[in-house]
Nanobody, 117 residues
Framework: QGQLVESGGGLVQAGGSLRLSCAAS????????MGWYRQAPGKQRELVAT???????NYADSVKGRFTFSRDGGTNMVYLQMNNLKPEDTAVYYC???????????WGQGTQVTVSS
């Protein structure tokens, strides 16, 4: 339990789309909440979206209406669909999850997203 592996980052032009994936070890519904964070060069890591089982998904104001968080219990994957990307979305994106039983907090290794203007 506790391993998170992100993928799907890359270079895209402004206005384009990317879908980030996060593969979790074990059942993803063993983790709550789960979320995505990002860290741009020279800046602190910030929340992008967090999702609580049976609750709601919380998005940063800067991504509302453009990014969508989803979970797939069949594949134990979580996703971040990112549309209408902007240069200011450039950052390393991290998957995050707290185990419901142990309350341990896990982070993935990060995936780079670069948006060119």
């Amino acid at each position: 339990q506790g391993q998170l592996v992100e993928s799907g980052g890359g270079l895209v032009q402004a206005g384009g789309s990317l879908r980030l994936s996060c593969a979790a070890s074990g059942n993803i519904f063993s983790y709550n909440p789960m979320g995505w964070y990002r860290q741009a060069p020279g800046k602190q890591r910030e929340l992008v979206a967090t999702d609580s089982i049976g609750g709601y998904t919380n998005y940063a104001d800067s991504v509302k209406g453009r990014f969508t968080f989803s979970r797939d219990g069949g594949t134990n994957m979580v996703y971040l669909q990112m549309n209408n990307l902007k240069p200011e979305d450039t950052a390393v994106y991290y998957c995050n999850a707290r185990h419901r039983k142990t309350e341990s907090l896990y982070w993935g290794q990060g995936t780079q997203v670069t948006v060119s203007s």
